[in-house]
C-alpha cells in the first residue's frame, strides 16, 4: 500500500494534476510524513496564488515563514528550495507570495487572524491558544477543509529588485584550511573554517601553536648584529611612547644598554614567518584593507604591529556594528573605533587594527578575513549641503503672542553643519495649514523640512497630523532619548521629515543633536536606530555641556 502510494503520488506530481483535499492529506503525508494544518492551509493558499497569476508567466515564490508553508509551495508549484525559484524569508507570518521571475510582479496570499473569528479551531491553532496535545485536530481539518479560501487575504505585490535577481554560486574556490570547495564570494575560506560549522567538536577549528616551539628568542648579547624581527618600544612614564627599534634594524653593541633599560632581554631576530603563521604587520595591513570603506584609508606602514585608519573626507563615520563584534570576538586580532556616527574631519584617526601576536596562526588570519569578507567595516559618509525647510508651528507663535527662537536654534544647528536654510514659515496649530505648508516646502525642493514642537500628546498638538495630512510615509515618532523623546522622522515625497519637540528650545543638547547629522548624511533612519539610542539616551545635562565629547547617544 505504502509504495502504491509513492507511485500515485509521483505520477500526479509529474503530470501536475489537480488535488482532491483527501488527495492533497495523501500527498501531504507522504512528503510532509504528517498531514500538518499549515501544510493543508498552504495548499489553498498556493493554489489561490497560483489563480492571479497570467497564463505562461514564469513565476518565483516566497515563503514568509520556514514551517510547512514552503512544503506546500514545493508540491503544488515548480518552485523548490533547490532550483532558487523559491526563497524564504523567515518573517514569521504565515504568507507566500508567487511573482513575476523577470518584473517581480505578484501576488501575496496570507492567512488574515482577522478573518478567523468564525474558525475558532484554526485560530486556536494560529495562537497556540492550546497546547498541540489539547487542540482538535478532526475540526481543525474539517475547518481548513470546508473554509480554507475564506481565512485568506490576498493582495498584489512588486517585488524588491534585490530578491527578483537570479541567485549564483559565482566561482567555487578550495579552502585553504579545509580543502572543501566553496562559492568565492562567501571569503576567502568556506562559512564552516569560519566558524558557521554546525557540527561539535569540529576539526577545522584553528589550533594556535605555542609560539616558542617554532619562534625561538635569543639572549640579548646573541642578537648582536642580528635584525629585529618586530617594532620595540619604549615608553617614558608621563613623557612620551614610541618605537625606539624599529623592524629590521640590526643590533648593535651600543643598542645593547638600551634595551636593557626598556627591559628586553631577549630578542626576536632574524625571523621570517614560520610555516602556518602571518607576521604581525602583514595580517594588519590585510586586516586594514579589508576595513576600510568608502572615505576611509590606512595610514601608511604599520607601527608596533598597529595600522591607523584615516579619514580621507570630513563627514560622519559609519561602524559595522555586528562585524566589528564578530571580528574582535574571534581572539588574537583587535579592531578599534570612534564611535560610530562621530562627525569625523579629514586625516583625523577614525579606527585601528593589529594582530595582538607578533606571528598570527594562518588559520585564525582567514578566519579573520572571512568574517570581514569585503564588507567594508568603517566608512565615511560627507555630509550634504542639503537646503532645509523650516516650518515653526504653535498659535503663541502665529498670534505674535510669544517671539519665537526655534529659527535661531535650528538655523545655527544647521548652518553649522553646512546645510542652508532656504525657507522659514510659521503656522498655527492647524491640520490643514500645516499640511499646506509642508507641502509647500516639499514643492521647493527642501531637501529636508524641519517641523518644531506639536509633537506631544496635548490636543493643541497636532504637528503629527499634519505632517500626515501632507503625506507623511516611513513615519518613527518616539525615541528612548531624553530630552527628545516625542522626536519623529519620516518623509515626504523627496524629502526628509524631522520633527523636533518643544524640548529643544530649552535644552542645549537633545535628540536634535543625534539625528540632524545623520540626515545630513543621508543614513537611513528606521525604529532599529531609534531602539540602540537607549543605552547612553540619557542626557546628563552638565553645567558645561561637553558634547559630543560626553556618553549621550553613544
Known amino acids: 500500500m505504502h509504495t502504491h502510494t509513492i507511485e500515485t503520488t509521483t505520477s500526479a506530481l509529474s503530470q501536475r494534476q489537480a488535488f482532491t483535499f483527501e488527495g492533497f492529506v495523501e500527498l501531504a503525508t507522504w512528503f510532509h510524513n504528517y498531514p500538518a494544518p499549515g501544510l493543508l492551509l498552504g495548499g489553498y493558499m498556493v493554489e489561490e496564488a497560483k489563480r492571479h497569476i497570467p497564463e505562461g508567466v514564469l513565476f518565483d515564490a516566497i515563503s514568509e515563514t520556514s514551517w510547512c508553508l514552503p512544503d506546500a509551495v514545493q508540491l503544488l508549484t515548480p518552485c523548490t528550495i533547490g532550483n532558487g525559484w523559491l526563497r524564504v524569508r523567515n518573517t514569521g507570518v504565515y504568507a507566500v507570495s508567487l511573482f513575476d521571475k523577470f518584473t517581480g510582479e505578484g501576488v501575496r496570499v496570507r492567512l488574515d487572524p482577522t478573518r478567523l473569528s468564525q474558525f475558532p479551531h484554526t485560530l486556536c491553532w494560529l495562537m497556540k491558544t492550546k497546547p498541540k496535545q489539547e487542540q482538535n485536530s478532526t475540526e481543525l481539518r474539517r475547518e481548513i477543509r470546508d473554509h480554507g479560501l475564506e481565512m485568506v487575504s490576498v493582495e498584489t505585490v512588486l517585488i524588491k529588485p534585490e530578491v527578483v535577481a537570479k541567485r549564483s554560486k559565482g566561482s567555487i574556490v578550495l579552502c585553504p584550511i579545509c580543502g572543501d570547495a566553496y562559492p568565492e564570494y562567501h571569503g576567502p575560506i568556506c562559512r564552516s573554517c569560519s566558524g558557521d560549522s554546525p557540527y561539535v567538536g569540529d576539526k577545522s577549528l584553528p589550533l594556535v601553536a605555542d609560539i616558542e616551539t617554532v619562534i625561538p628568542s635569543v639572549p640579548l648579547k646573541d642578537g648582536v648584529g642580528k635584525t629585529l624581527a618586530h617594532d620595540m618600544t619604549r615608553i617614558v612614564p608621563g613623557e612620551s611612547k614610541g618605537v625606539e627599534f624599529s623592524r629590521g634594524h640590526v643590533v648593535t653593541a651600543g643598542d645593547v644598554c638600551r634595551l636593557q633599560q626598556m627591559g628586553r632581554f631577549n630578542l626576536y631576530v632574524d625571523q621570517e614567518a614560520p610555516h602556518g603563521f602571518i607576521h604581525e604587520d602583514d595580517a ?46 574571534l581572539g588574537s586580532v583587535m579592531a578599534a573605533s570612534r564611535h560610530g556616527y562621530s562627525i569625523v574631519r579629514k586625516g583625523r584617526r577614525v579606527a585601528a587594527t593589529r594582530a595582538i601576536p607578533l606571528f598570527l596562526d594562518q588559520s585564525v588570519f582567514y578566519r579573520a578575513l572571512a568574517i570581514l569578507n569585503d564588507d567594508r567595516l568603517f566608512s565615511v559618509v560627507p555630509l550634504r549641503k542639503k537646503k532645509i525647510g523650516l516650518l515653526i508651528t504653535g498659535n503663541e507663535v502665529f498670534k505674535g503672542l510669544i517671539k519665537d527662537r526655534f529659527a535661531e536654534v535650528l538655523e545655527a544647528k544647521v548652518v553649522n553643519l553646512g546645510g542652508i536654510v532656504t525657507e522659514t514659515l510659521i503656522r498655527p496649530d492647524d491640520v490643514n495649514e500645516i499640511a499646506g505648508a509642508v507641502r509647500g516646502l516639499a514643492k521647493l525642493g527642501c531637501d529636508l523640512i524641519i517641523t518644531t514642537a506639536g509633537l506631544s500628546v496635548d490636543p493643541d498638538d497636532v504637528t503629527r497630523q499634519g505632517l500626515i495630512a501632507a503625506g507623511l510615509t516611513e513615519m518613527v515618532h518616539g525615541m528612548p532619548v531624553l530630552p527628545g523623546a516625542m522626536t519623529l522622522v519620516g518623509r515626504i515625497g523627496n524629502a526628509r521629515v524631522l520633527g523636533v519637540p518643544a524640548c529643544a528650545l530649552y535644552h542645549k543638547t537633545t535628540s536634535l543633536d543625534l539625528l540632524l547629522p545623520r540626515l545630513m548624511a543621508d543614513l537611513p533612519i528606521a525604529r532599529a536606530d531609534f531602539a540602540k539610542l537607549g543605552n547612553g539616551g540619557m542626557c546628563m545635562e552638565c553645567t558645561a555641556c561637553t558634547f559630543p565629547k560626553c556618553s549621550f547617544g553613544r
Do not use: Y
Not at 591607523?308 to 564578530?326: Q, R, S, W
Open 284 to 329: 594588519c595591513l590585510a586586516f586594514a584593507k579589508a576595513m576600510c570603506g568608502k572615505g576611509v584609508v590606512a595610514e601608511g606602514v604599520p607601527r608596533e604591529g598597529r595600522v591607523n585608519l584615516l579619514a580621507e573626507e570630513d563627514g560622519m563615520l559609519v561602524v559595522k556594528d555586528a562585524l566589528l563584534n564578530a571580528f574582535n570576538s
